[in-house]
């Protein structure tokens, strides 16, 4: 499914707007409006990686986007396709490709974090706290994928990716390069989900 930034905005607004109405209704008790907010923020930090990152990628190998995500029809037959062109499609990719990751992150923290015989909730500042090590973690391993894929230690997962470099494609260390930082961006951010949720397990116990 296509997820413009547009309508990413749209869903971060209503996240937003459910915890400013929860608030106002019920004051001093209104308790979800921590969780609509937090959603909301987990979204947009999610979307705000994606587009950056998406606009690095861009500069370093436009072929794994006209190629590699087929915008060879958007962009027109020009190679290399207009730069502006070619960002503009990388923020509308990076959005798509991160805000659910966004919402997944924020729910597993929150779930977490609910109320059982665990031990009290934490509270939220801890939650968002967690956010700038998630980011860091995905970074890293961003980065050492994008190494990766570079010397093509990657090409094994795919004949097309063997085909690449071996027929000298697309400038094939950069494109690699690029997937590698991509591949390392999910691969990070799941463990580090992972360790957030595991460790908000351990300091409520503690």
């Known amino acids: 499914m296509n997820y413009s930034p547009i309508r990413i905005t749209v869903c971060i607004a209503i996240l937003a707007a459910l915890a400013i109405m929860d608030l106002v209704n019920k004051g001093r008790n209104a308790t979800r409006w921590r969780e609509y907010a937090f959603l909301a923020l987990c979204v947009a930090v999610a979307v705000a990686y994606g587009i950056v990152n998406d606009q690095i990628t861009c500069r370093i190998s436009w072929e794994y986007f006209y190629y590699g995500k087929d915008l060879a029809p958007i962009l027109g037959p020009d190679v290399p396709p207009n730069s502006a062109a070619l960002q503009w499609q990388a923020v509308r990719i990076g959005a798509a490709a991160t805000w659910w990751a966004g919402l ?24 968002v706290a967690r956010l700038p090590i998630i980011l860091a973690v995905t970074a890293v391993a961003a980065a050492i994928f994008g190494v990766a894929g570079y010397d093509y230690l990657l090409n094994w997962i795919s004949p097309d990716f063997q085909n690449i470099s071996e027929l000298n494609l697309w400038r094939p260390h950069r494109y690699m390069a690029v997937y590698g930082i991509h591949l390392g961006g999910y691969i990070g951010g799941a463990l580090a989900t992972i360790y957030a949720a595991t460790s908000i397990h351990r300091q409520r116990r503690s």
């Open 104 to 127: 997944i992150i924020g729910a597993v923290m929150l779930i977490a974090n609910n109320p059982s015989r665990g031990g009290p909730q934490l509270p939220y500042t801890r939650l």
